[in-house]
Nanobody, 119 residues
Framework: QVQLVESGGGSVQAGGSLRLSCVASGRYAMGWFRQAPGKERDFVCAISWSESTDCADSVKGRFTISRDNAKKTVYLQMNSVKPEDTAVYYC?????????????????WGQGTQVTVSS
């Protein structure tokens, strides 16, 4: 049973920073997605086994994904946040190690953590 446990969500003012963490029960390629009310779940950032990374254009230069394999933890560092970053953020995992950006590419999902950015 794959378990993903997210933490680090909360409320922050625009321009501030927040770091999300996701602890996995094994070694996977990982991704972060987000879903705002009434909208589809969208790709944010992903990291492969070999630590290649990719992020959506809307967050490039502001968000960074990284991993600590010893701790089986993936991080999403969110800087210069904007009100439009407000959403539930989901951690996702896939057994195959390549970099993927589609919701359907991931087999396992966390429960989500709320991020609210106020102006």
């Amino acid at each position: 049973q794959v378990q993903l446990v997210e933490s680090g969500g909360g409320s922050v003012q625009a321009g501030g920073s927040l770091r999300l963490s996701c602890v996995a029960s094994g070694r996977y390629a990982m991704g972060w997605f987000r879903q705002a009310p009434g909208k589809e779940r969208d790709f944010v950032c992903a990291i492969s086994w070999s630590e290649s990374t990719d992020c959506a254009d809307s967050v490039k230069g502001r968000f960074t994904i990284s991993r600590d394999n010893a701790k089986k933890t993936v991080y999403l560092q969110m800087n210069s946040v904007k009100p439009e970053d407000t959403a539930v953020y989901y951690c996702a995992a896939r057994r195959l190690g390549g970099l993927r950006v589609g919701v359907g590419d991931y087999e396992y999902w966390g429960q989500g953590t709320q991020v609210t950015v106020s102006s």
